[in-house]
């Protein structure tokens, strides 16, 4: 996906317009969707790492995001048809071992441990994969074993010297779906998250040479293009049933190239001039939210805001227009946001704060996704600093899916509190329950003065989010203070009232 790709193409596109937006990041929301991408595919230094340390580094960028404010990590778990946990489908990446097919030693699961350590942080776990992609080069080649060699009938090699599924046979698509259904089946993820790669970046003069499964597939269709999209939708519509029927609360998410259609194409695109999703990669995203296949939708915004060609500006606006109903959140370059100053006020160093802004602004934007959480956890540029102190100056609760379940969940019981020194320790108990939709995934606690008005809508007041059923206040404010417990259940629908206790 990322490696800023969609930096280098932008320097072949035309010219666009910039918008204003106000100075300051408007105050922090309650609800807000805010994620990290941690990518594996070129990450060498895992593969140099033993488990230990490489556990000891992921923990570290944890650590930092929480802080930071993030509430939801995106982890890359399949970049090319392999798998970064222990998979009877699909051989291990390479990019854990440092060879492909070959488990790290001593065996480990890194999806397990990202989900554990997460969740234990209150915060979501996305499995990311990437659907077509097999190999990273024109010298990669797939694992010994690999369902590449069982079935080559399903694969072609394209002139950037990669290999893919062929996403016109309805056995790569059965095939994808499997891989995930396997890892729902086995894993309590949060969401299965998919990027940009679809049929592969164009590279200039060559076709993708599925002339045969045209021949075999495209009756009816008079046009290629219109084909290989319903193709891609098709995979899109087969995974959101399979996800549906398997476990309904797990949801699907999609970060596309950050244009869909140029104006000039499309009286319905943006007004920008740049490389298009929906013909060079055969990704109809729109549509994908107005069918309800899809909960939430990321694309790429890796632009400046003044850019001539892709103007973020141009395209925060744009995409507001697309959620249909669905989330809808912006994904944005660390570099690229502190590499640019303010276009509105020069003397603001970077685009950070208004990009934030402008689309706070927007009714149908929930948050924003950090490309890659490594640069905010490395703080480049301030980064990180501006985050916490300017723009998620309180913690966030990632917004409800009330699509898939609107229900609240029951209240926690047995709510206790107990001064010790400077600490303040919680204890409380789970309410229990069959429905898997209300069962309680983390607990929200909050802390009012005493006299203070209990409002839960105060995100201000949130002071952690946690799946355990305990919770210490290390150097706890002295005096009179009121906790409230909430729980939030898989869709993030939180329960009505809290549970109330009282602290001298």
Known sequence: MKLLKTLALAAMLGCGIAAGAQTQATATPKHEFRGAW??????????KMTPAETRAYLTKQLDELKQTGVNAIIWQVRPQADAAYASQLEPWSRWISGKAGVAPSPVWDPLQFMIDESHKRGMELHAWINPYRVTSGKDDEPAKGHVYYQHPEWFLKYADGKIYFDPALPESRDFICKVVKDIMTRYDVDAIHMDDYFYPYPVTGKEFPDTASWKKYGAGWTSKGDWRRHNVDMLIDQLHNVMQSTKPWVRLGISPFGIWRNKASDVNGSDTRGLQCYDALYAD?????????????VPQLYWQLEHKAASDSVLINWWNTQA??????????????MDYADTQNPAVASQLERKVAMSRELPNVHGAVWWPGYDVVRNYKGAKASLVSKIMTAKAIVPAYTWLDSIAPAEVTALTAKRAGKSVRLSWKAPVTSDPMQQAHFFVVYRFKAGESVDLNNAKAIVDITSATAYTAVNAPRGRYTYVVTVLDRCNNESAHGTQVAVK
């Open 285 to 297: 995203c729109p549509a994908w939210t107005r069918a309800g296949w899809v909960d939430y939708m």
């Open 38 to 47: 941690l990518h594996i595919i070129g990450q060498s230094q895992f593969a």
């Open 324 to 337: 249909n109903g669905r989330h809808m959140y912006y994904g944005y370059a660390v570099r690229n946001c």
